[in-house]
């Protein structure tokens, strides 16, 4: 795995981003949902593969900041895309440009 991240970096250096300083995480997304899917309540620290993905999305949180919007004006969300998805029905998918929703709220 050492020369892995080494070949990455040298690749990421050769196309001019900044390979040493960037965080490289390696684990299993299959082991950790393995053992999701076996122990559901399982928490941090309980397993290796678990805390791989906890502390890939703490390098996230600290890495990409949130998007800054209105919060106090209207809803409006670009659609991009629409999806039918069998059992659920017609998904739409966008990007959040202002206000925000609850979980339950009808828009239109």
């Not at 970096?9 to 196309?15: I, K, N, P, S, V």
């Not at 393995?34 to 949180?61: C, F, S």
Request: hydrophobic share 40%.
């Amino acid at each position: 795995l050492e020369l892995v991240e080494l070949e990455i970096r040298e690749t990421l250096d050769r196309y001019d981003f900044p390979g040493d300083d960037i965080p490289i995480i390696s684990g299993s997304a299959l082991l950790a949902v393995e053992a999701l899917t076996a122990h559901p309540q399982m928490k941090r620290g309980d397993n290796e593969w678990v805390d791989k993905i906890y502390e890939l999305m703490d390098i996230v949180d600290q890495s990409i900041p949130l998007p800054q919007r209105d919060i106090e004006k209207d809803f409006l969300m670009a659609i991009e895309n629409i999806v039918s998805i069998t059992g659920r029905g017609t998904v739409a998918t966008g990007r959040v440009e202002r206000g925000q929703i609850k979980v339950g709220e009808t828009v239109e």
